[in-house]
C-alpha cells in the first residue's frame, strides 16, 4: 500500500479553520485518499473521502492536489469536539479495503 | 442503525490465561474487520471477514489468536495463552458490500490488559 505523511501535532483556535495536510507521494491511479479521525477513548470514525476532485460534506472538505501526491482536510470552523487523531489513508479501488493507519495527526484546539 | 458494538469494554487477565471478545456489526454489513491498536499507534489491521469467510490475516495474527463468524453475523475474537504485548486495544469495524465508499463503522473498542 502506498504510505502517507502526515505532521505529528497540530494546534488551532476555536472557531478557526483547520487545514491538516497528507502528502502521498507515491499513491497510483486507483487509491482514493479517505481520513478517518478517533475522538479520545473512541474506535476511528470516518470524516470523508476522494479521488481526484475537492469533496465537501458536513464535516468537512477534502482538498486535493492536481497531482494527486497531496492533499488538505479543511474544517471550516473548528470546535473543542474535534480535537482528535486524524488520519490520512490510501485505499485501493481493487483492494480489501483493510485500513492502514498511520500515526495520524493530533490536532489540538485551543479554547 | 445501532451501531458497532463490541463486548467487554475492558478485560483484565492474567499472563498465560485465555480471553473471548465479541463484536456485533451492523446488522446488515457484510464485511468484518479486526484491528489492534497499542498506545500512541494508529490502529493495526488483524484480519477480516466477508460474511462467514475469512478473508485475510495479518502476520500479526500469530497462532495463539483465532477469530470466527459463524453465521455472517457476530464475530469472536479468542486470544489463548495471553502475553503481556497483547495488551491493547482490539477494534472491531463493519462495511457494506453495497456502499462505494469503503466506509468503515467502528465499534468503541475492547479494552485488554495482560498482567
Known amino acids: 500500500d502506498a504510505k502517507t505523511t502526515q505532521p505529528n501535532s497540530m494546534e488551532s483556535n476555536e472557531e478557526e479553520p483547520v487545514h491538516l495536510p497528507c502528502n502521498h507521494s507515491t499513491i497510483s491511479g486507483t487509491d482514493y485518499i479517505h481520513w478517518y479521525r478517533q475522538l479520545p477513548s473512541q474506535g476511528p470514525e470516518y470524516v470523508i473521502h476522494?479521488?481526484?476532485s475537492n469533496v465537501n460534506n458536513r464535516m468537512a472538505s477534502l482538498a486535493i492536489a492536481e497531482d494527486r501526491k497531496s492533499s488538505t482536510l479543511i474544517l471550516h470552523r473548528a470546535t473543542l469536539r474535534d480535537a482528535a487523531v486524524y488520519y490520512c489513508i490510501l485505499i485501493s479501488n481493487f483492494g480489501n479495503e483493510k485500513l492502514t493507519f498511520g500515526t495520524g495527526t493530533r490536532l489540538t484546539i485551543i479554547p | 442503525d445501532t451501531g458497532v458494538s463490541q463486548d467487554p469494554r475492558h478485560k483484565i487477565t492474567k499472563r498465560g490465561q485465555n480471553v473471548t471478545f465479541r463484536c456485533d456489526p451492523i446488522?446488515?454489513?457484510?464485511?468484518l474487520y479486526w484491528y489492534r491498536q497499542t498506545l500512541g499507534q494508529g490502529p493495526e489491521f488483524l484480519t477480516y471477514f466477508q460474511n462467514e469467510a475469512q478473508l485475510e490475516k495479518s502476520r500479526l495474527l500469530s497462532d495463539r489468536f483465532s477469530a470466527e463468524r459463524p453465521k455472517g453475523s457476530f464475530s469472536t475474537l479468542e486470544i489463548q495463552r495471553t502475553e503481556q504485548g497483547d495488551s491493547a486495544m482490539y477494534l472491531c469495524a463493519s462495511s457494506s458490500l453495497d456502499r462505494t465508499s469503503y466506509e468503515q463503522y467502528f465499534g468503541p473498542g475492547t479494552r485488554l490488559t495482560v498482567t
Open positions: 476522494g479521488l481526484t
Open positions: 446488522s446488515e454489513h457484510n464485511r
